[in-house]
């Protein structure tokens, strides 16, 4: 028995007024008011003019200890010597120096014993170096993570650099031990050291996050740091003292803020008198630099997900 197109387009009607009467009273409950049984998150984009939301920082900040975790594990993974490469890097490069710097060319450090004049700076820079080597690629390889779930990119490189932490302390027994062995008497100057530590920490993280937003558009980034981290530590007084250039050049030195970081090193480790206004200078540049990174990151962050 068949069905005319009558009757097919007068049941269809029908039906489709039963599902509307049907569903109109839920509508009408919900919008006058009532909750769904599942809360909603919507994510919106921060218009305030705060260069950090440190509320959202600190909302993620288990994150940022399993990054950090992570970024320590993923470093020494299938290692043989594992964490003993945090210690050798700076150990030969001192020994290499030593040789060459100390004894050959006649360098002189301050009435410091070279080896410890060199290790000291070094410390310092192979910290640095290696901290904003990882930031700077930090956003991209965590492409994974950016394009699939939110939480705050800053997050990223700021892990990469609490990873060269833990470098930082692994090779700092090796100082102390050196100090032991050349009988280095510590003065009321060591409590600097950590400011110092810190004032190299925010320096790393600022380049760090700059680089990193840079690495994200201008891939070509990721091939100059390496290039201009070696030329870079030849314009810092790791090898020679600052006084080793003439005067009328040493502010020239002074415009480069990892100089009043090394030099703040040895004078808080050997007890030598601080310079003060390279310090105050570099502490000066380390505050703009982290401030504008800091923008530029933000200003970026919002096309990351996309051009990743």
């Given at each position: ?39 909603l ?19 993620f ?27 050798i ?45 990882t ?16 939480f ?7 892990a990469a650099?609490?990873?060269g ?5 692994i ?31 925010l ?40 006084s ?61 997900a996309?051009?990743?």
């Open positions: 028995m068949g069905i005319s197109s009558i009757d097919t387009n007068t049941s269809l009607k029908s039906t489709r007024e039963t599902a509307t009467e049907e569903v109109e009273p839920e509508n009408l409950s919900q919008s006058s008011g009532e909750l769904p049984e599942e809360p998150v919507i994510i919106e984009p921060n218009k305030a003019l705060g260069f950090v939301d440190l509320n959202d920082l600190w909302a900040r288990e994150l940022l200890y399993f990054l950090t975790w992570r970024d320590v594990k993923v470093r020494y993974k299938q290692t043989q010597l594992g964490i003993a490469w945090a210690i890097q700076p150990l030969l490069t001192m020994l290499v120096f030593t040789l060459f710097f100390g004894r050959l060319a006649g360098v002189p450090s301050d009435n410091i014993p070279y080896p410890l004049f060199a290790y000291s700076g070094l410390l310092a820079w192979t910290f640095f170096s290696n901290a904003i080597t930031s700077g690629n930090s956003l991209v390889g965590s492409a994974h993570l950016i394009t699939k779930v939110y705050p990119r800053m997050i990223i490189p700021g650099v609490a990873a932490l833990v470098d930082f302390g090779a700092f027994v090796i100082l102390v031990m050196l100090m032991v062995y050349y009988r280095v008497t510590v003065t009321l100057n060591i409590l600097m050291f950590p400011v110092v530590v810190l004032l190299t920490t320096f790393a993280l600022g380049m760090g996050m700059w680089l990193s937003a840079l690495t994200v558009k201008y891939r070509d980034v990721r091939f100059a740091v390496p290039f201009l981290i070696q030329l870079g530590m030849f314009v810092s007084p790791v090898i020679y003292p600052a080793f250039l003439p005067a009328k050049f040493r502010w020239l030195l002074s415009l480069n803020p990892m100089t009043g970081i090394i030099e703040g090193y040895r004078s808080s480790l050997f007890g030598r008198q601080f310079n003060w206004s390279s310090l105050a200078a570099s502490a000066a540049i380390t505050l703009i630099l982290l401030i504008y990174a800091s923008y530029s990151f933000r200003r970026m962050e919002k096309s990351f996309d051009i990743i």
